[in-house]
């Protein structure tokens, strides 16, 4: 059996693309930090770094600092032992109580719906939110799940052989983009 090659067909966003897709996540989610009972999560390991771009957008307003957590859910995921051989697992830290608040769960890309739903379960472990609600860098539709965003950055229109890549200064790529690869088995 020959190996899954993955070749890039096409840059979607550039760097400043890229910013404005974090601007327009920045907005909405400034509402509920000025109502003062929201936190965030971002989800290993891309959620995280657009969480991060978030709160700086959040700062850069003015506003202050909420609650910030990081979460993993390798474990809960409902496809964790098919095809991989050791799962990585990576750090969860949520240092505040869950229970009441209002999350926004952040993730870089958004596609079949099952690294959200496995999120949903990871966060109920922590407390019971009074809501959480979804931001995502790049939706790309083709949902497994009846999921869906509450705040959008951008919109790619793939197909299931496509896979959608976010790539940022702080993964180690030179500038910031949206990339479409095409698998090629």
Known sequence: MSPTRVLEERSVADAAQV?????ALALPIAEGVRAGNTCIVGIQTGGVHVANRVLARLHLM???RPPVGVLDITLYRDDIF???QQPMVRQTDIPFELSGKDVVLVDDVLFTGRTIRAALDALVDFGRPRSIRLAVLVDRGLREYPIHADWVGMNVATTQNETVRVELAEMGFDSDRVVVYTRET
Do not use: D, F, K, Y
């Open 62 to 64: 003015g506003l202050p």
């Open 82 to 84: 098919l095809g991989m």
């Open 19 to 23: 910013r404005a897709a974090i601007e």
